[in-house]
T-cell receptor, first 115, second 113 residues
């Protein structure tokens, strides 16, 4: 089945540094990828929709200048958390749908801890 | 997308069937019922989906009531590895368009030895 590879699986960074998270679709092309954020004991919250070759669409309340999304190819989308702060510590997850299939495939997630 | 209601948590003895209910009384005729689960610190995993007929695959069975206002996900022989949060999602067929999945709070299933 479709696989979405996400890395790193966990990262610890200092405040006001930037962190990049990569999400790759393996064996299929994903024109659209979705980025979610999940705080402890809460559900997944959609942050943004990443479209290949165009600007991402952000959900209300998500700072586009802080969470930079780049979808430069049909198999790779990146999320960069800029000037990270402790409140950005969370579990970040990407997903994509293999064309012609009925389900979404999710990455394994990235646990970000900002100290 | 129609709204779903699930119990916040459930326990199940290992080896027994786990029956997870979901209410979706406002479901539309073209909306499917999808089930995903999320094991701790992992991304969600697709389980099963259906429109109106009952469905079964290697992971689970999905029973949808005749009026489609509720459904039940059945894990026939729960194991400790089935401990996870289970999400019931109702929406139009995922094959159409590229709109994201919207997650509710789900049911936290604890399988107990």
């Amino acid at each position: 089945g479709a696989v979405v590879s996400q890395h790193p699986s966990w990262v610890i960074c200092k405040s006001e540094t930037s962190v990049k998270i990569e999400c790759r679709s393996l064996d299929f092309q994903a024109t659209t990828m979705f980025w979610y954020r999940q705080f402890p004991k809460q559900s997944l919250m959609l942050m943004a929709t990443s479209n290949e070759g165009s600007k991402a669409t952000y959900e209300q309340g998500v700072e586009k200048d802080k969470f930079l999304i780049n979808h430069a190819s049909l198999t790779l989308s990146t999320l960069t958390v800029t000037s990270a702060h402790p409140e950005d510590s969370s579990f970040y997850i990407c997903s994509a749908r293999e064309p012609g299939t009925f389900g979404y495939t999710f990455g394994s997630g990235t646990r970000l801890t900002v100290v | 997308d129609a709204k779903t209601t699930q119990p916040p948590s459930m326990d199940c003895a290992e080896g027994r069937a786990a029956n997870l209910p979901c209410n979706h009384s406002t479901i539309s005729g073209n909306e499917y019922v999808y089930w995903y689960r999320q094991i701790h610190s992992q991304g969600p995993q697709y389980i099963i989906h259906g429109l109106k007929n009952n469905e079964t695959n290697e992971m689970a069975s999905l029973i949808i009531t005749e009026d489609r206002k509720s459904s039940t996900l059945i894990l026939p022989h729960a194991t400790l590895r089935d401990t996870a949060v289970y999400y019931c999602i109702v929406r139009v067929a995922l094959g159409s368009g590229n709109t994201p999945l919207v997650f509710g709070k789900g049911t936290r299933l604890s399988v107990i030895a």
